[in-house]
DNA sequence: ACCTGAACACCGTTCAAGT
DNA sequence: ACCTGAACACCGTTCAAGT
């Protein structure tokens, strides 16, 4: 009993943006997108929901520093040195993960171009493609589909993780899906009906990165250069 | 004055789940995403807020519903027996082209990859790689790619719409995100300096059909078939 | 069977009042 | 300068009561 005080819950410090976004995230890793009020926040924080408004604009500018923390973390993760296309294969796959791992990240990203995210991640792929040998005029629009690749799965992965909030095993929930394809009418939907089979047992982190070669096999055959022995 | 009576407002028919999604469509295409609430829809149908749950389970049911209407819409203004690679792009265009009218469809598309609008679209693009000489074991992640593709666009063209609707001008709105490139640290984001000046200009659509373009290329180059005539 | 509309629970955001 | 927490405006959804 006579030990030293503890330092209670942890109300020393003063609030900022930084611890702010600190919590938002943890609540948002832990509960859910859902459970991300300002409430909850300012509970978790121990103060009143308005004392966070003098650090943060609003709701949205708290998801945008949130966001922002995750990507900058990807970018600074990453190997140097390696060369394009694998640098390029490093970057998308860092960025699953990352997404994997926050789903939330996903419904930012697509739903707001304009995040200071965004940049970081068109210089992460368009500065490599000098070195695939893609000449500037055709840098713009190779980029972009890999930027939008990226954050069309992106927002997929965050939509299934809202639905498996709500339910215990992944596999079911596929396999749910896969059963009402496979009841549409296979005069109308043959190839949905044959793929239907593949979807409880396939890996999206697999399928993500072969939309990524499929791109990247574009990008070359329309570009033949000096790297083409990759 | 003394016309034949004008029907009034448009109380004659029973209130129907068709009726109820056709006057949330048109809220949602004049007034935004914003505006959908079930108290301006109950107005617009002039009854009370919970009659339209006896037709609609809830908003995310309604939303659903409106958006597979506009999908449908698409796939059956297709033109029949094209080439493959011509159905594949008219396609994509037919879809990027009704999710520039409706950009709420974007958002529900890349929310809600469990919709019923998906697997029409996984039917489009699937059934007709066969005819583009892509072998079965990699129909799967090709479809899913130009899917993820069309998904990706949607979500961006949705936030962008977002966004625009509280401002005037389309061109003023890129600039201001170009400046806002233009003024990342050009020794960091030696890329995103190159490209801030095209972003203004660049037309999306054409973007998209690049992308597709790059994908198609990337799925031919990896299965040179009987079709490479095109 | 279908509709009405008040009531409930819950948001994001504001703001007068405190320190 | 920074924090508190009640109050406001607005949601989606429910439900007792009507026809």
Redesign the interface.
């Known amino acids: 009993m006579a030990i030293k005080k503890q330092r209670a819950v942890r109300r020393t410090d003063a609030l900022s943006k930084e611890r702010i976004v600190e919590a938002a995230i943890e609540i948002l890793d832990t509960d859910g997108e859902g459970a991300l009020t300002f409430r909850a926040l300012a509970a978790r924080l121990a103060t009143g929901s308005g004392a966070i408004y003098w650090h943060v604009a609003n709701k949205d500018d708290l998801l945008a520093a949130a966001t922002n923390d995750v990507i900058a973390r990807v970018m600074a993760g990453l190997a140097q040195g390696a060369r394009p296309r694998e640098a390029i294969r490093a970057l998308a796959l860092g960025l699953f993960d990352a997404i994997d791992v926050h789903p939330w990240v996903g419904?930012q990203l697509?739903?707001?171009?304009?995040l200071a995210a965004i940049?970081q991640i068109?210089?992460g792929f368009?500065?490599r493609l000098e070195g695939l040998g893609v000449p500037?005029e055709a840098?713009?629009?190779?980029?972009?589909?890999l930027v939008?690749?990226v954050?069309?799965?992106a927002?997929?992965n965050?939509?299934?993780a809202?639905?498996l909030a709500h339910r215990t095993d992944r596999t079911a929930f596929l396999g749910e899906?896969a059963q009402?394809?496979a009841q549409?009418d296979p005069a109308?939907?043959?190839?949905?009906h044959?793929?239907a089979a593949?979807l409880p047992e396939?890996d999206d982190r697999e399928?993500f990165l072969?939309?990524i070669?499929?791109?990247?096999?574009?990008?070359?055959?329309?570009h033949p250069g000096p790297s083409a022995r990759t």
Chains 1, 2 share one sequence.
């Not at 697509?110 to 304009?114: D, E, H, I």
């Open positions: 419904t697509s739903r707001a171009p304009w940049p068109f210089e368009g500065s500037e840098q713009f629009d190779a980029t972009s589909t939008i690749h954050l069309g799965v927002g997929q965050a939509a299934n809202r639905l899906i009402q394809w549409l109308r939907y043959p190839f949905v044959r793929v593949q396939h399928q072969a939309g070669d499929l791109i990247l096999g574009g990008i070359e055959a329309a």
